[in-house]
T-cell receptor, first 117, second 114 residues
Framework: DAGVTQSPTHLIKTRGQQVTLRCSPKSGHDTVSWYQQALGQGPQFIFQYYEEEERQRGNFPDRFSGHQFPNYSSELNVNALLLGDSALYLC????????????????FGPGTRLTVL | KQEVTQIPAALSVPEGENLVLNCSFT??????LQWFRQDPGKGLTSLLLIQSSQREQTSGRLNASLDKSSGRSTLYIAASQPGDSATYLCAVRPWGSGTYKYIFGTGTRLKVLA
């Protein structure tokens, strides 16, 4: 089991550009959540995708959008990049439906470090 | 509004010491609480998940407890080792229809000295 994978590892962009980050969930998981982690802070929830639909969104502007594919992988798109978008972007996968045991346990990928110049 | 606080922000201990990390949350209505470890510049590694109906969970040298009514969780690390040096984060999933996000604290940065 490869666990949660993310690409690319690092990315450098300039203000105003657009970026796409990718995530493949852990085998057997159908739900993907995206988080933004600024330096020295805890991760902040961006949104969650389940059954190819965004089912919850955090306090992030519409410049942040996403998509989930039939194979459960996901993309995070950020338009019109700002300096403040520089952060570690984390993807987490989990099971979407409740059940017995450690349901909803989140497993995180290694992250994508985005630097906006 | 749910808020999660972790104290202390940083901790330095000699190898072999037993230690306790604290996590507090403002609203006791939660589905579960999860503890993570994060190495510098890396992703999060899940350590323990405690459901709202549970009081504690154990894995190896780690033990996490949950007191929902007082809004507190502790992570106990026995016989600490230099390899335990990392930032430890706790996160809660608030209770509520349509609520799937986790809310994180800012973490406790642990350094175990050899």
């Amino acid at each position: 089991d490869a666990g949660v994978t993310q690409s690319p590892t690092h990315l450098i962009k300039t203000r105003g550009q657009q970026v796409t980050l990718r995530c493949s969930p852990k085998s057997g998981h159908d739900t993907v959540s995206w988080y933004q982690q600024a330096l020295g802070q805890g991760p902040q929830f961006i949104f969650q995708y389940y059954e190819e639909e965004e089912r919850q969104r955090g306090n992030f502007p519409d410049r942040f959008s996403g998509h989930q594919f039939p194979n459960y992988s996901s993309e995070l798109n950020v338009n019109a990049l700002l300096l403040g978008d520089s952060a570690l972007y984390l993807c987490a996968s989990s099971l979407g439906l409740t059940g017995t045991g450690n349901y909803n346990e989140q497993f995180f990928g290694p992250g994508t470090r985005l630097t906006v110049l | 509004k749910q808020e999660v606080t972790q104290i202390p922000a940083a901790l330095s201990v000699p190898e072999g010491e037993n230690l306790v990390l604290n996590c507090s949350f403002t609203d006791s209505a939660i589905y579960n609480l999860q503890w993570f470890r994060q190495d510098p510049g890396k992703g999060l590694t899940s350590l323990l998940l405690i459901q709202s109906s549970q009081r504690e969970q154990t894995s190896g040298r780690l033990n996490a407890s949950l007191d929902k009514s007082s809004g507190r969780s502790t992570l106990y690390i026995a016989a600490s080792q230099p390899g335990d040096s990392a930032t430890y984060l706790c996160a809660v999933r608030p209770w509520g229809s349509g609520t799937y996000k986790y809310i994180f604290g800012t973490g406790t940065r642990l350094k175990v000295l050899a």
